[in-house]
């Protein structure tokens, strides 16, 4: 089945430890993102991808990183989370051929304490 | 800077109504349109995604045109359900590939 594979789900944590969300996807998309939804700011780009080795910043992305080193995997990286991370967060990607359709994944709920 | 705008925020509506959620942008010069359904506490189902050189779509009960001269589409839900409700969202694609997302109508059908 075509998908994005987010994990973990569900995470709290604590100020400060280090912690990635991993998401991968099966489809060969070159396009993958990720996103966090806060309540009445809507879905905001974090950090983006156009292909391996290839990143860019969204609108918010103080305070993560991401790599691309192979196609499929778009970790996002929080060196050291705050309060005002917690959040919903979500992975996605797309191809560049075809219906560019945007596939997300389930979303990552976390919680920094 | 794009900005995408959903009018109404929310709305409640009895089983069986035709309805139209609203979308607008204000920089015309977008690559597609795409409009999705989220579940409380879930991801995001693309519902259906309209070219800028196309001026409708269509999938099963819903309708989804785009006016990119004035900046609106509109997604049209036929005789509508209780397993309908949910949150639509429309995002536009510039030209640099990135999604602007309105923060959406969150909808309710009630039986």
């Known amino acids: 089945e075509a998908q994005v594979t987010q994990n973990p789900r569900y995470l709290i944590t604590v100020t400060g430890k280090k912690l990635t969300v991993t998401c991968s996807q099966n489809?060969?998309?070159?396009?993958m993102s990720w996103y966090r939804q806060d309540p009445g700011l809507g879905l905001r780009q974090i950090y983006y991808?156009?292909?391996?080795?290839?990143?860019d910043k969204g609108d918010v992305p103080e305070g993560y990183k991401v790599s691309r080193k192979e196609k499929r995997n778009f970790p996002l990286i929080l060196e050291s989370p705050s309060p005002n991370q917690t959040s919903l967060y979500f992975c996605a990607s797309r191809g560049f051929s075809g219906a560019n359709v945007l596939t997300f994944g389930a979303g990552s709920r976390l919680t920094v304490l | 800077k794009q900005e995408v705008t959903q009018i109404p925020a929310a709305l409640s509506v009895p089983e069986g109504e035709n309805l139209v959620l609203n979308c607008s942008f204000t920089d015309s010069a977008i690559y597609n349109l795409q409009w999705f359904r989220q579940d409380p506490g879930k991801g995001l189902t693309s519902l259906l995604l309209i070219q800028s050189s196309q001026r409708e779509q269509t999938s099963g009960r819903l309708n989804a045109s785009l006016d990119k001269s004035s900046g609106r589409s509109t997604l049209y839900i036929a005789a509508s359900q209780p397993g309908d409700s949910a949150t639509y969202l429309c995002?536009?694609?510039?030209?640099?590939?990135?999604?602007?997302f309105g923060k959406g109508t969150k909808l309710s059908v009630k039986p």
């Open positions: 995002a536009v694609r510039g030209s640099q590939g990135n999604l602007i």
């Open positions: 991808s156009m292909n391996v080795e290839v990143t």
């Open positions: 489809m060969n998309h070159e396009y």
